[in-house]
């Protein structure tokens, strides 16, 4: 099984900052079938980027992916009051996929 | 639009069974891996099982083998998951998922006496 791990845990920023989450994996992610969710208190997850650095369809462009093989990165280049929420990615490559713990954008 | 609605949560007592549907709108529901993901209340995400476009290829997480099931019925365009010998360790927010891309809003399971 792929572990990830999302550093930090917590990042706390002022809107209009620049936020850079890391990703990182156990093992090399599969084809860099790497997606990552927003999560907003009380809802289900919004798919953000997918193809470790292809954006969904209708997300802003100050969100976005990178990185290859074990090492992950989602940039948000500069934040909005409503991105300070959480943030999970996960690995789709490999059974099981698995997810990380989560990175929490609090306000500073 | 794509639609995916979960029902069937709700309390149950350890031991005890629950059968979660998820019904699917706006999509051509069988061309695509369907997946199950659950939420822990505060936790975070983790993947439960996942199905096959037609239903034969079937995939669980170690900690659900053997007591889920997860099923399809392409003609309904629903997605089920069977939980039997329910713990307490499975109460969760349950997610219906179409690929990667699309989630439902979840039903809550709650296993406690």
């Known amino acids: 099984e792929i572990v990830l791990t999302q550093s930090p845990g917590t990042l706390s920023l002022s809107p209009g900052e620049r936020a850079t989450l890391s990703c990182r994996a156990s093992?090399?992610?599969?084809?860099?079938?790497l997606a990552w969710y927003q999560q907003k208190p009380g809802q289900a997850p919004r798919l953000l980027i997918f193809?470790?650095?292809s954006r969904a369809i209708g997300i802003p462009d100050r969100f976005s992916g990178s990185g290859s093989g074990t090492d992950f990165t989602l940039t948000i280049s500069r934040l909005e009051p409503e991105d300070f929420v959480v943030y999970y990615c996960?690995?789709?490559?490999?059974?099981?996929?698995?997810f990380g713990q989560g990175t929490k954008v609090e306000i500073k | 639009e794509v639609q995916l609605v979960e029902s069937g949560g709700g309390l149950v007592q350890p031991g005890g069974s629950l059968r979660l549907s998820c019904a699917a709108s706006?999509?051509?529901?069988?061309?695509?891996?369907m997946h199950w993901v659950r939420q822990a209340p505060g936790k975070g995400l983790f993947w439960v099982s996942r199905i096959n476009r037609d239903g034969s290829t079937l995939t669980y997480a170690d900690s659900v083998q053997g007591r889920f099931t997860i099923s399809r019925d392409n003609a309904k365009n629903t997605l089920y998951l069977q939980m039997n010998s329910l713990r307490a360790e499975d109460t969760a927010v349950y997610y219906c998922?179409?690929?990667?891309?699309?989630w439902g809003q979840g039903t809550l399971v709650t296993v406690s006496s």
């Open positions: 706006g999509f051509t529901f069988s061309n695509y891996w």
């Open positions: 193809g470790a650095s």
């Open positions: 998922v179409r690929d990667v891309t699309d």
């Open positions: 996960q690995q789709y490559g490999s059974s099981p996929q698995t």
């Open positions: 093992q090399t992610v599969s084809s860099n079938y």
